[in-house]
Each structure stands twice: as C-alpha cells, then as structure tokens.
C-alpha cells in the first residue's frame, strides 16, 4: 500500500493531524497499536487548553488548538463540552508575583489576552480561596477546557470522513530505508509504503525512533488525576499553584460544564516510566493542597482516581522536526502531559505548512527542533 503520509500515533496529535493533511487531498494512514483512537495519553488527559504558556512556539500552536475546539461543537456539530472558563495562576509569594510579572511581558507580545489581577480579583473567580498571604495571579480568560475523550472521538469522525484509513492493533515493528529516507513502515500484519513518515506516537515516540536508529529524549513519567462528584456550579477557572513543596510540585483543579471537579498534581521525585497502576498516596497528597487553598473543597466525594503518562523531554518542551537520519520522517512527539491542548493546533499548523519547516511558523521548528540545546525549563510547565 502506497499514500502519502503513514502517521504513527491515533492520539493527541495524530487524530487532527490526520484530519488536516486528508482535509488538503492528502492520502493518509494512521498505524496505531492499541485497539482504537485515543487510548494512550489522551484519555488520561483531564481536559485543559490553554496558550498561557512561556515560550513563544507552544503560544502558537496553543492559540490555534484555542480557536480549533470550539469549533468543534459551532461548525462541525460535536459536543466536546468546550468551556471557556480561563486559567489562574495564584501567586503567594514575591518570587512567584515577581515571574509572574516579568512574564506577561512576553505572553502580551503574543498576543495573549492576559493580565495581573490582585488578591480581591482573585477572591471574586474562585470563592472560598484562601486569602492570608494572597498576592494576586495571573488570568487568561480566553483559556479553556473540553473532554479529551469526546474531542478525540470528533477528530476520529472527521478524519474517517476525509478519507484516513486507520489501522488499529499494528504496533510499528521497524522500517525500511534506503540512504537517509524512510521508504516502508513494517507492523506484524502489513508493509505500509510512503513518500512521509510522523512519529507521533506519544510515550511510545521513543521506541519508533530507535527503529530508525535515533535517540530521542522523550520519556515518560507518570502523574495521576482524579475526579469528584458533580456539585452546583461555583468555579470557573482552571486553578494553578506552582509552588512546590516537599512531597509533590504545581497542582491545579477545575471544574467541568457538567459539575465534577477534575483535579491533577506533579510528584516529586518525578515517577519515571510506564506504571498506570493508581497509588494509595495520591490522594491524599493532592486532596491536602487543594484543601489548604481552598477549604470548601474539604467535603466534596472523590469518585475515582487514574493514572497517565506525560512523555517528557529534559527541557520541559515539545519535539517537532525532521530526523537526519531519515529525512522524511517528521517527529511530533515529547508533548510533556500538553498533547491535548496542543495537539489540534499543531496538527493543522503541520498540514498548513504540508508537513514542512519554513513559512509563517518556521521558528516553532527551530525552538522545538530535535537538536536543541534541551536546556533549561520552561516557568509554566
């Protein structure tokens, strides 16, 4: 079978990127090795989109997953449970208030509708919070959320109807080439022949590019989330604190359209691997730090607990850029617990550009090359 691009990966980014590049007339087949679309990272995923970021590619692409959403429901008709409820990043102390500020600089270049707002301000979006020691925070209302699962389920559709041919239970097995191209991707059911390759394949990006005899510094650690009950409507934005502690880092919680609380937090040490197995101290950690910030929570039902991977890289940034290895071989990988905010929008920004580098969006290759220093952390991961 010949097409024009084999994407490795139905998640996050495969699924519109898919849709985009058949959208341009593009023949394309998906390879993915779990048993249907959106069954890795993606459904792990607890819903947030957000361009409040600190570096100026995943601004972009972040602003373009913004407008792609919505979109979803008003043109195409899929109820995603789209919310545009903002972010809040809390500060509590000077150093926090001081980066926060520092770096609206940047994010109002981008042209991001954020700003500094005081503690008052911040009393008023998220009722009950804590007060003593409330500096203010930084807000984005244009920020949002939608379920992963439903969104993932559109692009399916979407893409089906353009055409994608999906192949599910193939995980790829290797590659043939000739001098620095790619020329078959080879699962244990088939051969797939192309003129381009995507590795997008999440936390499994690694793997597919030591078939091609590439590292790639992606690798995943594990975070977990949980969900409660549904309540009365009381919060609207996604809530963020970035102060670590001694047992965990930033945590952030918010409330769906439908009235659960959806709620995340980073451990620490970092929980490296592939372990999706939920852990007895989860819970309470993340349970004490919402509590702290905002009592009333103190008696909400927990419904249910997971566990999901974010494919990180040393620097806290995604991975987008051709192998030289192999120089069709296009990698969209290492979205570090981002590829469902960010997905959509790189997914079109690549078939915009056919898969290229150069163009309006040429320096979202060069900050996220695979080549990069990987230096540093980006302040809002």
């Known amino acids: 079978m010949k097409s024009d691009v084999v994407i490795v990966g139905a998640g996050s980014v495969g699924l519109p990127l898919a849709y985009y590049l058949a959208k341009r007339g593009l023949k394309v087949v998906v390879l993915e090795k779990e048993a249907s679309w959106g069954r890795g990272q993606n459904r792990a995923a607890i ?55 520092e770096l609206l600089s940047v994010q109002k270049a981008a042209g991001l509708g954020i700003d500094w707002i005081d503690g008052a301000s911040v009393a008023e979006l998220v009722p009950g919070i804590r007060r003593e020691g409330l500096r203010g925070g930084t807000w984005s209302p244009g920020d949002g959320s939608a379920s992963p699962l439903l969104v993932a389920s559109a692009f399916y559709k979407l893409a089906l109807d353009a055409g994608v041919d999906f192949r599910f239970g193939e995980a790829v097995t ?60 009381f919060l609207g934005p996604m809530v963020v604190d970035i102060i670590p502690d001694a047992e965990s880092g930033n945590y952030y919680y918010y409330q769906i359209a439908s009235g659960q609380i959806v709620f995340c937090i980073t451990p620490k040490p ?98 996220l090359s695979p080549y990069r220093a990987f230096e540093g952390m980006e302040l809002l991961k």
């Open 47 to 101: 819903g947030g989109i957000r361009a409040t970021h600190s570096d100026r590619a995943k601004i972009r692409i972040a602003q373009e997953s913004l407008a792609i959403v919505p979109e979803l429901e008003t043109v195409h008709g899929f109820h995603v449970e789209w919310k545009r409820g903002g972010y809040l990043f809390v500060a509590y102390d000077e150093t926090r208030e001081n980066a926060f500020r």
């Open 174 to 233: 290797g590659f043939d080439r000739e001098g620095r191209r790619a020329l078959r991707a080879r699962t244990a059911l088939d051969v797939y022949e192309a003129d381009r390759f995507v590795n997008a394949a999440g936390a499994d990006a690694s793997r597919v590019a030591e078939l091609l005899g590439e590292t790639l510094p992606v690798h995943p650690d594990s975070h977990e989330a949980g969900v409660t009950e549904p309540v009365e409507s």
């Open 270 to 367: 970092q929980a490296w691997g592939t372990d999706c197995r939920s852990t007895s101290s989860f819970l309470p950690l993340v349970a004490r730090r919402m509590i702290e910030l905002q009592p009333r929570l103190a008696n909400v039902k927990v419904r249910r607990t997971w566990r999901g991977l974010y494919p990180m890289t040393p620097d806290g940034l995604p991975v987008v850029g051709y192998s030289r290895g192999a120089e069709n071989v296009l990698i969209a990988a290492g979205m570090c617990g981002q590829g469902f905010m960010l997905g959509p929008g790189l997914g079109k920004i690549l078939a915009e550009e056919t898969l290229g580098g150069a163009g309006e969006y040429g320096f979202i290759f060069e900050e």
